[in-house]
Nanobody, 124 residues
């Protein structure tokens, strides 16, 4: 079993940047695919980005392509989400999740382990 803890959220002005961290404990994150999801008030949880464990292939939701980057540091058992050119519509609680799977990573059902989330607020 792996435990996930997100950090790095906060308040930022539009156009600014934040880097979220997802740190794993219990088991090394190197054997897990990791995804980032977000949920805004009144909306369903949506996929943001994922990093596949076997080859570090990355997936992005269309609205964040070119602005967000997901990357991992297995030595630190952590996966990061670097967010640039932030927009007010990026405001949400961001969650990281982990799975042994290497497929269907855009869907939340693929993930077994979830963190508690970190709030990101982008002001206009």
């Amino acid at each position: 079993q792996v435990q996930l803890v997100e950090s790095g959220g906060g308040l930022v002005q539009a156009g600014g940047s934040l880097t979220l961290s997802c740190t794993a404990s219990g088991r090394t994150i190197s054997s897990y695919s990791v995804g980032w999801f977000r949920q805004a008030p009144g909306k369903e949880r949506e996929f943001v980005a994922a990093n596949r464990w076997i080859d570090s292939y990355v997936y992005y939701e269309d609205s964040v392509k070119g602005r967000f980057t997901i990357f991992r540091d297995n030595a630190k058992s952590a996966v990061y989400l670097q967010m640039n050119s932030l927009k007010p519509e990026d405001t949400a609680v961001y969650y990281c999740a982990a799975t042994w799977s290497g497929s269907s990573l855009e869907g939340p059902d693929a993930y077994r382990y979830w963190g508690q989330g970190t709030q990101v607020t982008v002001s206009s």
